[in-house]
Each structure stands twice: as structure tokens, then as C-alpha cells.
């Protein structure tokens, strides 16, 4: 079956500190994956995605995500957390051709202390 | 651009009432989908549509029905509405599998 694990429901880091958000996945043709974020009372804003290419992947905010096959991995970090980074964050895959359906993840609750 | 508008923002129903949730996009997607989210469970596909005039269930249809009668809206409506569709329902649109546009959300209360 199809899947998404962020195995950790609630992190929190230090204002400054360095961050690292899990996500594995269970699919079984290549997949597209993404890192979408959710601040409190808004919608899920999207971070970056990876088709295909180079593994390492850039987005907004000063955040980053590796792809790894073999892992069936695709976490999402960033050097130096802000407090305005505290938020929800969701790992999601789909795949080319499927309508652009996308299998989500629970969520990671990120609280950043002063 | 406005890009996904959501209408309304919040809604308190009693349950058996009925209401539809308007949905617009202005970026000329194909793709349209309706998501709900609660606690502890991420966002889970109610409905989608692939293009004017289609629609198609997701993951949770029960107790939803969905229309796409202009490219740019998607209706999501509860006929009879129940307590466990309590919730903050999202709409989201694409252009293709390159990653979703999402909505500020509903968020729906059923009494």
C-alpha cells in the first residue's frame, strides 16, 4: 500500500539550533515528493519538491530535503532555525500522470524555544 | 492573482443542515481537489476533479457530493451534515503532478 511516515509528531528545537524533519514513504512507482508547510490558521504552503535529478533539493525559507532511494527517504533540514519556523510540516508523494494526487503524511508539529 | 480562494472561512451547522463550500482558483489548473483535515490524521482526499465537468472520489467520500461545472470552481456539499464531519476542510488545485495550490481552509463545526 501506499504511504507516508513522519515519525515524529511533535519536535522542538532551540531557536538557532539545526533541524531535521523525517519522512519515508511506501510507493511503488518512482515518486514526486514534496515538503509542504502550515502555519497555524493558514493553508499548506509548499517548501520544495524532487522529480528527479539531483537528490539534494533547495527551497524557500532556507530549507532543503534529500532524496535516498535506498532509504525511501526524504527528510527535510535547515541549519539554523528561526522562530518563525515554528509550524506544521508535511511530507507528501504522487506521482507523473496519476491527476497530481498526493499521499500525505500526518504531520510535525515544530516548536522553536527562545 | 488570488490563487485559491476558499469561501466561506468558518460555519457552524446543526446537524441534518446542509451547506456547500465554494472553492476558486484563478490559475487556470485542471486539477482540482477537496481535502479534510483532522487532528493527528494529516489531509486525507475527499474528492478530486481532473477537469471541467468530472469529478471522482478519493479517499473519504461518505456524506460529500462535489461539482466542477466551471473549470475554475469546485463545490463541495454536505447534504445532511453529521458531527464527524466536524472539521477544517481545504481545497487545493494543479496544473499537473509538479505539486498542489492549497486554500486558507474552512473551518466547519457541526452541532
Known amino acids: 500500500a501506499q504511504s507516508v511516515t513522519q515519525p515524529d509528531i511533535h519536535i522542538t528545537v532551540s531557536e538557532g539550533a539545526s533541524l531535521e524533519l523525517r519522512c519515508n514513504y511506501s510507493y511503488g512507482a518512482t515518486p514526486y515528493l514534496f515538503w509542504y508547510v502550515q502555519s497555524p490558521g493558514q493553508g499548506l504552503q509548499l517548501l520544495l519538491k524532487?522529480?528527479?535529478?539531483?537528490?539534494l533539493v533547495q527551497g524557500i525559507k532556507g530549507f532543503e530535503a534529500e532524496f535516498k532511494r535506498s532509504q525511501s527517504s526524504f527528510n527535510l533540514r535547515k541549519p539554523s532555525v528561526h522562530w518563525s519556523d515554528a509550524a506544521e510540516y508535511f511530507c507528501?508523494?504522487?506521482?507523473?500522470?496519476?491527476?497530481?494526487?498526493?499521499?500525505f503524511g500526518q504531520g510535525t508539529t515544530l516548536q522553536v524555544k527562545p | 492573482n488570488a490563487g485559491v480562494t476558499q469561501t466561506p472561512k468558518f460555519r457552524v451547522l446543526k446537524t441534518g443542515q446542509s451547506m456547500t463550500l465554494l472553492c476558486a482558483q484563478d490559475m487556470n489548473h485542471e486539477y482540482m481537489y477537496w481535502y479534510r483535515q483532522d487532528p493527528g490524521m494529516g489531509l486525507r482526499l475527499i474528492h478530486y476533479?481532473?477537469?471541467?465537468?468530472?469529478?471522482a472520489k478519493g479517499e473519504v467520500p461518505d456524506g460529500y457530493n462535489v461539482s466542477r461545472l466551471k473549470k475554475q470552481n469546485f463545490l463541495l456539499g454536505l447534504e445532511s451534515a453529521a458531527p464527524s464531519q466536524t472539521s477544517v476542510y481545504f481545497c487545493?488545485?494543479?496544473?499537473?503532478?509538479?505539486?498542489?495550490?492549497f486554500g486558507p481552509g474552512t473551518r466547519l463545526t457541526v452541532l
Open positions: 476533479s481532473v477537469g471541467e465537468g468530472t469529478t
Open positions: 487545493a488545485s494543479s496544473l499537473d503532478s509538479m505539486g498542489q495550490f
Open positions: 507528501a508523494v504522487g506521482r507523473s500522470g496519476n491527476t497530481g494526487k498526493l499521499i
Open positions: 524532487y522529480f528527479s535529478g539531483d537528490t
